[in-house]
DNA sequence: TTCTTATTTAGATGTTTGGCTAAATATATA
DNA sequence: TATATATTTAGCCAAACATCTAAATAAGAA
């Protein structure tokens, strides 16, 4: 889950994952979106894979990026554990 | 919440925000957790509080630092926005 | 006031990060 | 096969970051 915290900490990619809630999308897709170079949109697709919260599909020439929603869930359950003070840890 | 975001990406501060869930406690008490250096566990406080994750408050000679949660209510929204396709943005 | 304890600030250093351009790879099409 | 399109990889650079030691500040105790 580190590696999807680290990913979070940078706007760009939280962005892209805004962006990828509504519909998935080809890389080019999404780099429309932004002021920066495709590699370097390339590049933060990349750590969101890493981290877990893409995920991608080659489709022809072109490849398609999709939300991935298992480890948000699981960052999602962390923060609710910081939360509640009541319930013990395990 | 973009301080919050780049505040939760180091494991250190997160493990910082697990212990204070517990109770509140003084700078060098939450040094005592770390083989870290006291100068640079006040950094990661600062860097927590400046995000709003924490609050500090002089006791004496010690400063007491305590989970403060209102930010990171703030941060599960943000993720449950992202994980709740449904739910149309404003 | 002087000494001790608790914490932060200052300044230095090595590592990581986010951006770029140029080149490489993969696929589709003529 | 040759060419065009989509994307990634490689290599570079400046800014940000995590850490350290030494010095400064704040409060309490002698």
Redesign the pocket.
Known sequence: MNEAF?AL?????RHILQILRDKS???????DH??????????????L?QAGLVL?E????????SLHTTVVEDVIGWMFGIINKQEKRD
């Open positions: 680290k900490a940078d706007p760009t990619r999308m080809t890389a080019g897709e999404i780099a932004f002021n920066i170079s495709k590699p370097s949109i390339s590049h933060h697709l990349n750590l894979k991608d080659r489709q022809g020439q072109s490849i398609i990026y």
